[in-house]
Every structure is written in C-alpha cells, then in structure tokens.
C-alpha cells in the first residue's frame, strides 16, 4: 500500500499542472500584495504620525488574502479554488484508465490499495496547491506589516464576535490563521476528489476537471438560498461573512468525504477494468 | 504455476462476452487464444489478471481464487488491447513508476528490458511522441521487466517490423523455457502455430476446441 501511496503522491505534487496551478494562485497573491501591502504601510505611518488618526492598526493577521472577502483578488481566488485544487491530478484517474496505464497497476497491487492511494494523492495535491500561495501571502504580509494581536477595535469592522472562532482570533490569532488555512486545505482537497466518482460516467477530460467547481458553486447557492449560510463552502472557507459554525463545518466536511470518497471508493473495486 | 479457469461466463450489460469457459494451464507451455474480433480472447485475458471478475465461475490460480483469495496473480506481467501508459512520461519514466509499485527490480534492470525490446533507455521522448511500434515494444517491456511467472501477450506483433517481431518471438520461448506460463494471442495463424504448444479456439465466448499445435503432436509422439 505504501508503495503505491508514495507513487501517486510523488505523481500528484511532480507534474507541470501542480506548478500551473501555484503559478495561477501565486498570480493572484501578488497581485493583491502590490496593492493591499502598500496601502497599509501608509495607512500604519499615518496612524503612528498621527495621534487623532481614525482607524487601526493594519497587522498581517488582517492581510493575508484569506484574511478578507472585501477585495477582487480574494473573491477570484475563494472562487476558482475548485480549479485550482482538481487541475493538478483531479483528472489523473480519469486518464489511467482511458490511456489504459490502470491495468498495468491492478496487475501488480490490490485495486483498494490504488483507489485509497489516488483518492489521498488528489486530496493532498488539490490541499496544497491551494494554500500553499495562501501560505505565502502570509508570509508577506508577515514582512512588511506588525504581527501582533489584532486591536479589540477590529471586532466593531470585521471579525465581529459572533463569528466563527472570533475569540480565538483575538487572542491567539496565529492559531486562528493557521485553523482558516487548514480548513481551505481539507476543503480543497475534497473539493478535488469530487472528480474522481464523476470518472465512471464522464467521457471527457475537460467534464471531470470542472465537475468539482460545480458542485462547490451549486452546493453554496444551494445552501445559501435555504438560508443555511452556514453550510455554503465559499462562506465556510472565509473569515468574514456568514460562515457557519465548528459543527456546521465538520458536517459540511463529513458530507464532502462521503459524496467524494464512498460513491468512487465502492464502486471503483467492483468496477471491471476494459 | 496451475490455472484452471472453471465454469466463467462473464455478462456485461446483458451481453454474454465469455459463456462457461473451462481451461487448464500449466507452466513451461505457450497457449494460443485463436478466435475472431469479439470472440472473447482478450475477456479471457482480463479474466485470468483479475481485471474482470466473473458473473459465475473463477479463476483458481494455484489454488487461489481471483476476486476472493487474491485480487490478481501473484506474478504477472500483462499487455492487453493497447499498451496503456502515462503519455508525458518518457519510456523509462512509465516502466520505472510501474515498477517502483511492487519494488522487484531495479533501473538497471529496467534499462536492460527496454534494450531487450529494442528501445533506446536514454530516450527522453515522452510516451505520447512514440511510434505504434514503439508503443508495443514499451508495452511488452512492462510485461517482462518483473520476470512474471505468467506472461499474457494480447496481439504482441502488433506494429512491429520483422527484426522485432523475431526478437519477441524469441523472448516468449525463453520466458517457456525458464517454466513460466505464456499466453498469447496473434491474428496470425502460422504464427501462432509457430511458437505455441496449445491452441485455444474461441468463438462467442465460448471455447470451441483445444489442441496441440503441430509441432508439439510431433513431440508428443517422440
């Protein structure tokens, strides 16, 4: 089982659509940086020039590109994240088995070994290539702008109290930061892994690839047009806005893992391989 | 190695492609599956890799049933219908991922089965450049490198010149002569009659004859 784990990660993370994927996201990220980190550096020197200044401290903790929905290039980036996560291996099943390179792997492992390794190696990579610019628009932020604990002031602006893990923000915003990331990480990996059921019934690459932006986009309207805000991804993965709570987003989660993984999982080792 | 394929019909969407195949293999033979497109040589293939899993029957391999006590053979080495490989990879690229799942052999070995098939190991083309010929030698490559005990060949001539055709020809008889299971299948009837020591006659999924080729009735009689 390791062995073949090892194998698809290693195709997951080594191919040319992994880095198109971080380039396309890292596009996004320095874009925002040029224009956001700039505005708040002037906005810092007027606030410690200025003693009658009106406003706050900007602090990376409020700068990174997860940080907010209010700017273009976060709401392009909250919104291809799908794209982002199923384009570096989202079709790669969907190819073994039309290039036929699968009957070369279920005559030299168990096809429950392949199937649980895909699904993991999908995960992974889709997880990755989404926060890993993320990470890094963390990390500018973190070089040009104060990391400090957020004024109490920012709970009147934009993370108001009743959100989602507020108390947490202000006191141990690290901590808080590296929750919303890990949540875009486990979102984006399940997002990803939707193509892999749709493989049995889609006969083009291009359908299996923006299956996952469909059901993320659909799901959210869905929910958001039922009132149950809460449970629509594209708030959930957000710090501001309606954006649920703790167990709306593990039931949000253990839905996504059941509709990505048991429906593929059951059926692709029943499956005959032609 | 003992096969013994017993009672296995195999329906795919209310079509009956293999209909109560019986079959026993052994080791140091070559088997000829003869039939005509459709015949369900190739289904007989999947079947005995474990690629197919039967609507009623099984396939016992050494006493172990496939879909049941084991997924697939313990040691096989396949090219079935197309040579299935990743087309970015390069040659060497796609065996040594295949390789690397069960972890038997090394590059060098790796590099010694693509000049045995007449491929260049340094050749950084990737799969999707290569020629029909090529594509063949690549994919039977990936069915000996691992020295399977079982070795299924669907059509392995297909697209290669003579030189190579003679040299594959040659490693299916070493593969006999080392005790291992061959099974191929060709379109070519003399062929066939050439290297093989059992004919298979299929006809609409079902086994219509079995017999010794020539050159194995004379020795029989020797």
């Known amino acids: ?274 | 190695m003992k096969i013994i394929i017993n009672n296995f019909t195999k329906k795919l969407s209310n079509n009956l492609v293999l209909d109560n195949v019986n079959l026993e293999l052994n080791s140091g033979k070559i088997y000829g599956l003869v039939g005509k497109n459709g015949s369900g040589k190739t289904m007989i293939m999947r079947a005995i890799c474990g690629l197919i899993l039967p609507t009623s029957g099984y396939v016992d391999i050494d006493g172990k049933v496939i879909g049941k006590d084991i997924s697939f053979p313990q040691s096989v080495g396949a090219l079935i219908e197309n040579p299935g490989f990743i087309s970015s990879y390069s040659g060497f690229r796609n065996l040594k991922v295949l390789a690397q799942i069960q972890n038997k052999i090394s590059d060098s070995d790796i590099i010694e089965t693509l000049k045995v098939v007449g491929l260049d190991p340094k050749d950084k083309k990737s799969f999707r450049k290569y020629s029909l010929g090529m594509k063949q030698k690549l994919g039977i490559a990936a069915a000996i490198m691992e020295n399977p005990e079982l070795l299924i060949l669907d059509e392995p001539f297909n697209g290669l010149d003579e030189e190579s055709v003679d040299r594959v020809r040659n490693l299916i008889i070493e593969r006999k002569n080392e005790n291992n299971i061959v099974i191929l299948s060709c379109h070519d009837s003399e062929e066939i009659e050439k290297i093989c020591d059992e004919i298979v006659e299929i006809s609409l999924g079902k086994i219509k004859n079995i017999r010794l080729t020539e050159k194995e009735g004379k020795n029989e009689e020797n």
């Open chain 1, 1 to 274: 089982m390791l062995k073949i784990l090892r194998n698809e990660i290693k195709r997951g993370f080594c191919n040319n659509l992994f880095f198109i994927s971080m380039l396309i996201s890292g596009i996004l990220v320095l874009w925002y940086s040029v224009e956001r980190i700039p505005f708040c550096i002037e906005s810092n020197l007027s606030f410690s020039n200025n003693a009658a200044f009106d406003g706050f401290l900007e602090i990376s903790y409020t700068n990174w590109i997860g940080s907010h929905n209010m700017y273009l290039q976060q709401n392009i980036l909250y919104l291809i994240i799908p794209f982002l996560a199923v384009l570096p291996f989202g079709n790669s099943f969907y190819l073994d088995i039309n290039q036929g390179f699968i009957k070369g792997i279920c005559t030299r492992t168990k096809r429950s070994y392949y199937l649980i390794s895909k699904y993991i190696a999908v995960f992974l990579s889709g997880g990755c290539a989404v926060i890993i610019p993320m990470i890094l628009s963390f990390m500018i932020s973190s070089a040009f702008l104060p990391t400090m604990l957020p004024e109490a002031s920012y709970a009147f602006t934009n993370i108001y109290p009743v959100y989602k893990w507020a108390d947490l923000f202000f006191v141990h915003p690290f901590l808080y930061t590296l929750l919303y990331i890990g949540l875009t990480f486990i979102f984006s990996g399940l997002t990803a892994c939707m193509s892999l059921f749709v493989t049995y019934f889609l006969n083009k690459s291009f359908l299996v690839l923006i299956f996952p932006f469909f059901i993320y986009i659909f799901s959210s309207l869905f929910f958001e047009l039922l009132d149950l805000d809460g449970f629509s991804i594209r708030n959930v993965l957000t710090t501001t806005g309606e954006q649920g709570t703790t167990v709306s987003v593990v039931i949000l989660a253990l839905f996504f893992f059941a509709f990505s993984f048991f429906p593929y999982y059951l059926f692709g080792v029943k499956k005959d391989v032609l």
